[in-house]
Nanobody, 122 residues
Framework: VQLQASGGGLVRAGGSLRLSCAAS????????VAWFRQAPGKEREFVAG????????NYSDSVKGRFTISRNSAESTVYLQMTSLIPEDTAVYYC????????????????WGQGTLVTVSS
């Protein structure tokens, strides 16, 4: 599985962005997908995750209520809609995939895309 993250950019606080994670591979729709982020000088952290059929969806406390993860199987794409952005959301955002929602047990996912930079100005 190859993942391609896109949609990052510069936005003012309070604004919105939608990130996309497009995948190649016929089995992508069977994979769980998650978004992680890494801010300068900080460790990578989990942001949101969705299992293959959308029944399991998890968010970190820091983004709950502001971010929405979804997937479009026909497009083999997972989205992260980010609203009410704050400067603390500034980070490189990565999407990752695995056969199961391993983030629920703290395990590292197998497949990773390159990051997309989100910068939120105050």
């Amino acid at each position: 599985v190859q993942l391609q993250a896109s949609g990052g950019g510069l936005v003012r606080a309070g604004g919105s962005l939608r990130l996309s994670c497009a995948a190649s591979g016929r089995t992508f729709n069977n994979y769980a997908v998650a978004w992680f982020r890494q801010a300068p000088g900080k460790e990578r952290e989990f942001v949101a995750g969705i299992n293959w059929n959308g029944i399991i969806i998890n968010y970190s406390d820091s983004v709950k209520g502001r971010f929405t993860i979804s997937r479009n199987s026909a497009e083999s794409t997972v989205y992260l809609q980010m609203t009410s952005l704050i400067p603390e959301d500034t980070a490189v955002y990565y999407c990752a995939a695995d056969v199961s929602p391993r983030w629920t047990t703290g395990r590292t996912l197998t497949y990773w895309g390159q990051g997309t930079l989100v910068t939120v100005s105050s």
